[in-house]
């Protein structure tokens, strides 16, 4: 079974940084696209950014030029490099996998909280 493990979110000042990292267990999480969602109280869960497994990026309009997208395979791990945070960027983020093709159905993280306050 597959788990994403998320963290790196945390309480930061508007114009501040934080780098998230999603963790995942099983040889086969290097040949799949992971994501990163989020979901601010009372809202939809939004997608934020994708990877592919070959390294292509794609971005929310509200997110790009300020977040990078990224991973390392040999470690199962995709980061989320955030900068110039915004309040409006305060949410639960999480990581998310559609392994269905490998019969592993879509896999979520459980979500780390990032906060941007003064």
């Known amino acids: 079974q597959v788990q994403l493990v998320e963290s790196g979110g945390g309480l930061v000042q508007p114009g501040g940084s934080l780098r998230l990292s999603c963790v995942g267990s099983g040889s086969i999480f290097s040949i799949y696209a992971i994501s990163w969602y989020r979901q601010a109280p009372g809202q939809q869960r939004k997608l934020v950014a994708t990877?592919?497994?070959?390294?292509?990026?794609n971005y929310a309009d509200s997110v790009k030029g300020r977040f990078t997208i990224s991973r390392t395979n040999a470690k199962n791990t995709v980061y989320l490099q955030m900068n110039s945070l915004k309040p409006e960027d305060t949410a639960v983020y999480y990581c998310?996998?559609?392994?269905?093709?490998?019969?592993?159905?879509?896999?979520w993280g459980q979500g780390t909280q990032v906060t941007v306050s003064s």
């Open positions: 990877i592919t497994s070959g390294g292509s990026t």
């Open positions: 998310y996998a559609d392994m269905r093709a490998s019969s592993l159905g879509t896999i």
